[in-house]
């Protein structure tokens, strides 16, 4: 598949983020999120770089920006999901005409395995009893969705753990794998409206 040109509506989606960025990530970024959603079943550079057409670029300008530290995708995905958080839930409070409404959020820690031992913020994953399984290095990553009774799915904004070795080496305030999660929650329960159940699961 390929698209061509960015619509619109997606210009507008992410209108907060493009408006306060330089004129080039500004105008690249739609077309390059659009490119990684729409080339799910291959992923591969040169697909990436030439799915939408009238911004095609070259394969190694892909890699340059995701790991161009101007290219930090949390802080602009955070900004887009605060905005349209409150969009959604004032049309399902619309939609639901009183009635009440039921909000589902879903969140569990996924891990990245990492070859190299010298790494700052690694959990090590003994192999315990098993011998057949190695010790392995993860970094962790607690994330989650908001599934609403109106049909929308919204990833929260993820959060990076970090553990006590490298917070008092780098001076940050150490938080549990569980406090994140709440931390996680926790823009939810604001923008919540009476009316509304908050439902939790997690692993």
């Not at 390059?32 to 394969?59: D, E, N």
């Not at 780098?170 to 931390?183: F, G, I, M, S, Y």
Request: aromatic share 8%; proline share 4%.
């Amino acid at each position: 598949m390929m698209l061509w040109g960015v619509p619109a509506e997606v210009k507008r989606f992410f209108r907060p983020v493009t408006g306060t960025s330089s004129k080039a990530v500004g105008g690249a970024l739609p077309a390059m999120v659009l490119a990684f959603l729409l080339a799910a079943h291959r992923r591969a550079l040169k697909t990436i770089a030439g799915m939408v057409a009238g911004h095609r670029c070259h394969v190694g300008t892909i890699s340059r920006r995701l790991a161009n530290s101007r290219w930090r995708t949390r802080d602009w995905y955070k900004r887009l999901y605060d905005e349209l958080l409150p969009r959604v839930d004032r049309w399902e409070h619309r939609q639901a005409k009183g009635r009440r409404r039921r909000w589902f959020v879903v969140i569990d820690t996924t891990y990245h395995e990492s070859v190299g031992e010298c790494m700052d913020n690694m959990i090590v994953m003994a192999r315990g009893k098993n011998p057949a399984r190695r010790t392995s290095r993860q970094h962790a990553f607690v994330m989650g969705m908001l599934l609403t009774d109106r049909g929308a799915r919204l990833p929260l904004p993820r959060k990076s753990y970090y553990t006590k070795e490298y917070c008092r080496k780098h001076r940050r305030r150490h938080r549990t794998q569980p406090e994140l999660a709440a931390a996680c929650e926790q823009r939810c329960e604001t923008v919540a409206r009476g009316g509304l159940n908050l439902w939790r699961s997690g692993g």
